[in-house]
């Protein structure tokens, strides 16, 4: 697995970091079993060392929604004592949940690609950039998203057709959507969630391939004419300010 440098930290951290969230079982069912055996595979044959928890906030609603109300961190504790590995082998980080009003980009922009403009010089800063939720919270699968995803009736059409047309052509749009993410060098790790040792294994391997192969840019440009009508379109996040 790539290790890319974390901004001016010192730390190299793997280009694919295992995203937590799906061990609370929010995106279906989660043994326990499950949960440990994805942790300790993607140690084992990745490497894979950037493991984020959940928003820094209290904003009940969003961590019950997206994080199984702590039952991922229990899972994902479980999951790292299972290793029994020492403390420095792994990076564990989380994220602060709620933005400060002026920042109105930040509040339109953040689940969207116009960010990429401000890595140049976020990256003169030497600061590290991690990319999360490559899939969309499964809007780019051929399973589709969860009952209760935000995204509008567009949104969740538009991404339903770009699977269909992936699968059609025997591609997978996940790969290609893990794989589209991974490109950009500028950022340190892409967080893709995680529940199982076989997704730790397909993730794995789009990363492998993107290396050795590069990007599939007939089916990406295909994809990306089918998404062009919502692109940069996203969803209300974090804590709503009445």
């Known amino acids: 697995m790539e290790l890319r440098p974390w901004g001016n930290t010192g730390l190299k951290i793997s280009s694919v970091g295992f995203g937590a969230s799906p061990l609370g079982s929010v995106f279906g069912p989660v043994s326990e079993d499950d949960a440990v055996a994805s942790v300790r595979e993607a140690f084992r044959r990745a490497s894979i060392s950037l493991i984020p928890l959940q928003p820094g906030n209290s904003h009940l609603g969003v961590e019950k929604m997206y994080y199984g109300g702590t039952l991922s961190e229990k899972m994902l504790g479980k999951g790292l004592k299972a290793l029994g590995v020492p403390r420095n082998e792994y990076v564990v980080s989380t994220k602060c949940g709620r933005y400060k009003e002026g920042l109105i980009l930040v509040l339109k922009d953040i689940n969207d690609s116009t960010l990429v403009d401000l890595l140049p010089y976020l990256k003169s800063k030497s600061v590290g950039i991690i990319s999360a939720s490559p899939l969309a919270m499964g809007l780019l699968t051929e399973n589709g998203p969860p009952e209760w995803h935000p ?13 269909a047309y992936c699968k059609d052509k ?25 529940n199982s040792v076989g997704q730790v294994e397909e993730n794995v391997t789009a990363a492998l391939e993107l290396a050795t192969f590069g990007k599939d840019q007939e089916t990406l ?16 996040s974090g804590i709503q300010q009445g």
């Open 170 to 194: 025997g591609k997978s749009i996940t790969k290609l959507a893990v794989q589209y993410s991974l490109s950009n060098k500028d950022i340190s790790t892409v967080l893709v969630g995680m």
């Open 151 to 163: 995204a509008s009736p567009e949104l969740k059409s538009a991404c339903q057709a770009a699977a």
């Open 221 to 236: 440009a295909e994809v990306e004419a089918i998404l062009s009508p919502i692109k940069n379109q996203t969803w209300p």
